[in-house]
């Protein structure tokens, strides 16, 4: 399943940016949580910073995408990537608490390694509109393959970094800041790459159709996307709970684990997270989308319930591997799904709405999951939250969805 001869040159500079996206982003969650801990900020502070990062990701997105057709989707990605160098240099800059939230509320910062800011929902209605139907799927699971081993790539080099910066003699949050120029540096490649992006990938205007009814830019796909919003949104809560720093830092406590080890860690996880995106399409062409979104995923979560009951770290990390090495198969089905079941003009505006309904709903849980994590008696509970949540979430995904019949489900 090769995209080779797929891609137009716009193609394949909007997988340029995605994996300097992705590396940067697995680069900060290794040690995001640790670095603002060294910094002196408290626990309920990191939590509120955390989820703050994710609100201000909710409102610029929303703001950003159901705009990005009109305003132009180039410059959508443009400004994304330039609040992503503001973020990363005041990081760097200040230890002042309230400079930090706004900066992570108006800037572009990943505490999880997932995607986040407006970029995910602009590339995929590009790429949509610059490949065929036929080969969308294929193309988001190569799309999501090569995020996520450029994540592991990014976790395993902020770990590296922030141990020489530590060999090196810097201590506390000054071994730390390397990461984040690397962070601001690489927001800056991304300025000048979408740049070079050509017209093809701007939307087109239909003026031979009457303007339909629109509400955040959807029409006719308006209810069917709303009640995907709310699913994706209580999935994403779930997620929140053990999003990537706050699992590094539930290994750093309970096992105490140096940062080179965890970034080792989420190396392995998120190269297993990758494969199974080929996995999924594969998997998809045989029993359908919605089958595959469900079915890899629910297993996924028990795996997930299992890791805080584990004996020793060794099993831990296993249990954790297992459940990347299928936890992530429902990322290009669920993209391709939501591509299938709207009208191609109202593909921007579904992939935002839903986008940001994550956003929403991942928001809410870290505030609560950091200061779990460092209440003795409750470390573990994030993890038993997460996966309780998420098999709701697959179970009422199936009673909402399973009995629709559409052609575009096995695209």
Not at 68 to 95: E, K, N
Not at 298 to 320: C, E, K, R
Request: proline share 3%.
């Amino acid at each position: 399943m090769s995209i080779a001869g797929k891609l137009s040159c716009d193609g394949w500079l909007l997988f340029a940016t995605r994996c300097s996206r992705m590396f940067a982003y697995g680069l900060l969650s290794v040690v995001l949580v640790l670095y603002l801990v060294e910094v002196g900020l408290r626990e309920w502070e990191v939590g509120l910073l955390l989820s703050l990062t994710l609100v201000g990701d909710t409102v610029i997105s929303l703001w950003l995408t159901t705009r990005a057709d009109r305003f132009g989707r180039r410059r959508t990605l443009i400004v994304g990537a330039a609040l992503m160098v503001l973020a990363g240099i005041v990081f760097v800059l200040t230890d002042s608490f309230l400079l930090l939230l706004v900066a992570a509320t108006i800037g572009v910062i990943s505490p999880s390694g997932n995607e986040i800011g407006p970029f995910l929902p602009v590339e995929q209605a590009a790429l949509s509109h610059i490949v065929s139907n036929d080969r969308r799927t294929d193309v988001f699971a190569w799309y999501n393959l090569v995020g996520s081993f450029s994540t592991a790539l990014g976790a395993l080099a902020g770990g590296l970094i922030a141990s020489q910066g530590q060999h090196l003699g810097l201590v506390g949050a000054a071994a730390f800041r390397p990461v984040l120029l690397t962070y601001a540096g690489i927001g800056l490649t991304m300025v000048v790459g979408f740049s070079w992006l050509s017209s093809a990938v701007e939307a087109t205007k239909d003026d031979s159709r009457s303007a339909p009814k629109v509400v955040l830019g959807l029409h006719e796909s308006r209810r069917t996307i709303f009640k995907l919003s709310l699913l994706f949104g209580l999935d994403a809560l779930g997620g929140g709970f053990v999003i990537q720093s706050l699992i590094a830092y539930w290994f750093y406590i309970t096992y105490r684990l140096d940062p080179a080890m965890l970034g080792t860690i989420f190396l392995c996880a998120n190269l297993l997270a990758g494969v199974s995106a080929l996995a999924a399409g594969w998997i998809a062409r045989r029993i359908g989308l919605l089958n595959t979104m469900i079915f890899t995923h629910l297993p996924s979560n028990i795996l997930l319930l299992l890791v805080p009951l584990m004996p020793d770290v060794y099993w831990a990390v296993g249990m954790l591997l297992a459940r990347f090495s299928i936890s992530q198969m429902d990322v290009p089905t669920r993209q391709a799904y939501t591509m299938a079941v709207v009208r191609p003009d109202e593909r921007s505006a579904a992939a935002g709405v839903t986008g940001v309904a994550r956003s929403v709903g991942a928001s809410i849980s870290p505030a609560l999951a950091t200061v779990l994590v460092s209440t003795a008696g409750l470390v573990s509970l994030p993890f038993y939250l997460a996966g309780g949540l998420k098999i709701v979430y697959d179970l009422l995904l199936y009673r909402a969805f399973a009995s629709r019949k559409r052609n575009s489900d096995t695209e």
